[in-house]
Each structure stands twice: as C-alpha cells, then as structure tokens.
C-alpha cells in the first residue's frame, strides 16, 4: 500500500487531497494546527502539531509503520485572501511562519533521507501565481504569467515573496540533495469547503457569502472598481491536476495549475448573482485589490501532463454558492 503524508491537511486544499489519496487507497497522515473545519478527516492518522518547531517536523516525517513515506504533499502555509495577504499587516507573520515550514520539513527531509541512505519521497509544494512580477500584472486585458516570465522578479506581496524564495528552496534541496520535487504555481482555487468568513477568504467565496446573505436588488460592496481580472480553479480540477503531476516521473515545473477564464470582479458578482437568482447592485469601496491583472497560462501544464481544467467558472461557482449559503443558514 501507498503512504503518504499531507501537510496542512486541517486546510482548504489538504482536506481534499486526504480524501482523493484515500479514494486511490492510500495510508495518509494528515498534520496540521486544527482539524477540517467543515467535515472530519479521512486521513488514517491525525497529527495536532505546529510545523515551526523542527523537532515535530522530524517525528512527523516518519510513518509508524515503516521508515519513509512514498509522497508528502506541503500544503501548509499562513494564506489568506486579499484581506489577509495584501493589507501589509501580517507581512512578518506570513513570511515568518511559512518559510519556516519550508526549511523546516526539506532541511528534515534531507536529514532522513541522509539518515536511510534513501532519496525515495517526493515532495509537492503548492506554490503560488502570487509570485509573478506585477510589471506584467498591469494591464487587466493582457497579463502575462507564463513559467518563464518570473524573473526579474517584483511580486507584488511578501506573500508572493514567500512563496518564490520557498519555490527555489525546493528546487535548491533538489539539486543539491537529489530530493524528487514536483512545484506548482496554484491560481486562486475555490470551491466547498474553503475558507468563507472571518477575514482570510478569498473573492469567490466572498462574493457567494454577500451574495447569500443579499435580498433581491440588494447591493454588496466590492473592493476596487471590480475591473481587475482574474481566473479561479475548481478543487476537484485543482486535486486531479496536482495528483496528474506526483505521478509524472520527471518533469518538475514550476507549472502554473490554474484556469484560464478570465474574468473581472465584476462579472463574478453577475455570475454569481446569476446562480442565486437575485439582482444584486455593487458598491465600490477602498480595499485591498492585489495586481490590476492575472490569468494562468496553461500552455506548459497541456504539453507536459495533458491536462486542461474543464468546469466553467459559472459550475464551480454554482456548487460553492450552494454549499456557502447551506453554511450560512445553518449559522444562523
Ligand atoms: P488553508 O489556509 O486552508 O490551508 C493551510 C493550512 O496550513 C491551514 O489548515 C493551517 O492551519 C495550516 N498551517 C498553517 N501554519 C501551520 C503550522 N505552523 N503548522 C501546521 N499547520 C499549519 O489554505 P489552502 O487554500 O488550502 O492553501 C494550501 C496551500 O496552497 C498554501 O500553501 C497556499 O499558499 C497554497 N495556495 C493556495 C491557493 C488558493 O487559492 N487556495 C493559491 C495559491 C497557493
């Protein structure tokens, strides 16, 4: 039997992965600060423990029931949406805690893998479109984040920072260290189950939460003109896709794992107005945007793993609403 260990699995995108590697019949150990919020885990065993202190990262490496792992997925991270990241506030926080993850698991990885005279587990880091510089991020019609247009880098967050420095860690800890990596760039994900209040969503699950809680002619407010574009990606796409990816052999990215329907802020709204059945008027108020623009670029995702996300923005959005607004009725 497969094993395999999941980082940040009391997460959005962790809880999912447990559930598809459990679906395929694997043993997985989820880790992570909290339990899922939203259903309980699937995972075989659970670990309750804080990834900054190296000392648990060495235990948690190890399975109980023999010496190495066959995958780790390193989802854990200090993430949120515009509100969380852009604001300035948690700057410190962010880049703190997330790099320290990310030397503490490969610097720990390394050691074990020294330790067995074995380089058998592979990695996957679920890296970020947030790291794309924001010179190429100005115009919301045309921005470009192919792979290869990182450099010279300029993100526009120490979120973005964070997630580029941590991308060339594990490439650093390959090369050097022959540690089998597989490097996303992950493009706004969203869908059931994914943070929906208290200040770390993201604008999907925003916009379904107002959208919800919205009467018929209603208005909700949106950050910005709500001209900036963007595109999101379905979970269960976002899962196939990085699970496509762990199982190439040697191709290691980055890769960007993301949609390509672009859309603004603004035709979110409507869709998701849409899907509600209401008429729902926008009020633009100063917030937090991030970049004018941003789009995945999906050419090097189909010529490698041959994949393509399938689901429309509008069928994502439909499952999500219906899951945020059972959420906020039974809240009530
Ligand atoms: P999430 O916040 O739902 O999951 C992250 C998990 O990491 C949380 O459950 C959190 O408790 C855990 N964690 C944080 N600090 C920890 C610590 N010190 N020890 C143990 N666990 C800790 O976020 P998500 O949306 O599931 O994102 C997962 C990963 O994907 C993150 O690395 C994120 O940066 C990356 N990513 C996500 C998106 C997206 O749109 N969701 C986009 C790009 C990249």
Same mark, same amino acid.
């Given at each position: 039997?497969?094993?395999?260990?999941?980082?940040?699995?009391?997460?959005?995108? !962790?809880?999912?992965?447990?559930?598809?590697?459990? $679906?395929?019949?694997?043993?997985?150990?989820?880790?992570?600060?909290?339990? /899922?919020?939203?259903?309980?885990?699937?995972?075989?065993?659970?670990?309750?423990?804080? @990834?900054?202190?190296? &000392?648990?990262?060495?235990?948690? @490496?190890?399975?109980?029931?023999?010496?190495? *792992?066959?995958?780790?997925?390193?989802?854990?991270?200090?993430?949120? !949406?515009? !509100? *969380?990241?852009?604001?300035?506030?948690?700057?410190?926080?962010?880049?703190?805690?997330?790099?320290?993850?990310?030397?503490?698991?490969?610097?720990?990885?390394?050691?074990?893998?020294?330790? =067995?005279?074995?380089?058998?587990?592979?990695? *996957?880091? $679920?890296?970020?479109?947030?790291?794309?510089?924001?010179?190429?991020?100005?115009? /919301?019609?045309?921005?470009?984040?192919?792979?290869?247009?990182?450099? #010279?880098?300029?993100?526009?967050?120490?979120?973005?920072? &964070?997630?580029?420095?941590?991308?060339? @860690? *594990?490439?650093?800890?390959?090369?050097?260290?022959?540690? #089998?990596?597989?490097?996303?760039?992950?493009?706004?994900?969203?869908?059931?189950?994914?943070?929906?209040?208290?200040?770390?969503?993201?604008?999907?699950?925003?916009?379904?939460?107002?959208?919800?809680?919205?009467?018929?002619?209603? $208005?909700?407010?949106?950050?910005? +003109?709500?001209? %900036?574009?963007?595109?999101?990606?379905?979970?269960? &796409?976002?899962?196939?896709?990085?699970?496509?990816?762990?199982?190439?052999? +040697?191709?290691?990215? /980055?890769?960007?794992?993301?949609?390509?329907?672009?859309?603004? =802020?603004?035709?979110?709204?409507?869709?998701?107005?849409?899907?509600?059945?209401?008429?729902?008027?926008?009020?633009?108020?100063?917030? /937090?945007?991030?970049?004018?623009?941003?789009?995945?670029?999906?050419?090097?995702?189909?010529?490698?793993?041959?994949?393509?996300?399938?689901?429309?923005?509008?069928?994502?959005? %439909?499952?999500?609403?219906?899951?945020?607004?059972? %959420?906020? &009725?039974?809240?009530?």
């Amino acid at each position: 039997m497969k094993s395999a260990l999941v980082l940040g699995a009391g997460g959005f995108i !962790g809880s999912h992965m447990v559930k598809r590697l459990k $679906s395929e019949g694997y043993w997985v150990r989820g880790v992570d600060l909290k339990y /899922p919020e939203y259903s309980s885990t699937n995972a075989d065993e659970f670990v309750i423990a804080d @990834l900054r202190n190296v &000392e648990v990262v060495k235990q948690v @490496l190890i399975p109980s029931s023999s010496l190495i *792992f066959d995958e780790i997925y390193q989802f854990a991270a200090d993430m949120g !949406g515009a !509100g *969380f990241v852009f604001t300035g506030e948690n700057d410190a926080e962010i880049m703190h805690n997330s790099a320290t993850i990310n030397l503490n698991v490969l610097e720990s990885l390394h050691q074990h893998n020294q330790s =067995i005279r074995l380089n058998h587990t592979k990695i *996957f880091y $679920s890296g970020s479109a947030c790291m794309y510089p924001a010179y190429n991020q100005k115009d /919301p019609d045309n921005p470009n984040c192919t792979e290869d247009s990182a450099y #010279p880098a300029e993100p526009d967050s120490e979120y973005g920072w &964070e997630k580029l420095f941590s991308e060339r @860690l *594990f490439f650093a800890y390959h090369r050097n260290h022959n540690i #089998p990596v597989a490097v996303a760039r992950y493009h706004n994900i969203f869908g059931p189950e994914g943070t929906w209040e208290g200040g770390r969503e993201k604008a999907p699950a925003a916009i379904c939460r107002k959208v919800a809680a919205a009467k018929d002619t209603d $208005s909700i407010e949106i950050w910005g +003109d709500g001209n %900036q574009t963007r595109s999101f990606l379905y979970i269960d &796409e976002c899962i196939e896709a990085t699970r496509r990816f762990m199982m190439h052999t +040697d191709f290691i990215g /980055p890769v960007n794992i993301g949609s390509e329907e672009m859309v603004t =802020i603004n035709q979110l709204v409507s869709i998701t107005a849409d899907i509600a059945g209401k008429k729902i008027e926008t009020s633009h108020i100063d917030g /937090p945007q991030g970049v004018r623009g941003r789009n995945s670029s999906n050419n090097l995702i189909r010529e490698k793993l041959g994949w393509d996300y399938k689901m429309t923005l509008a069928e994502g959005i %439909q499952n999500t609403y219906e899951w945020i607004r059972f %959420q906020s &009725e039974i809240g009530k």
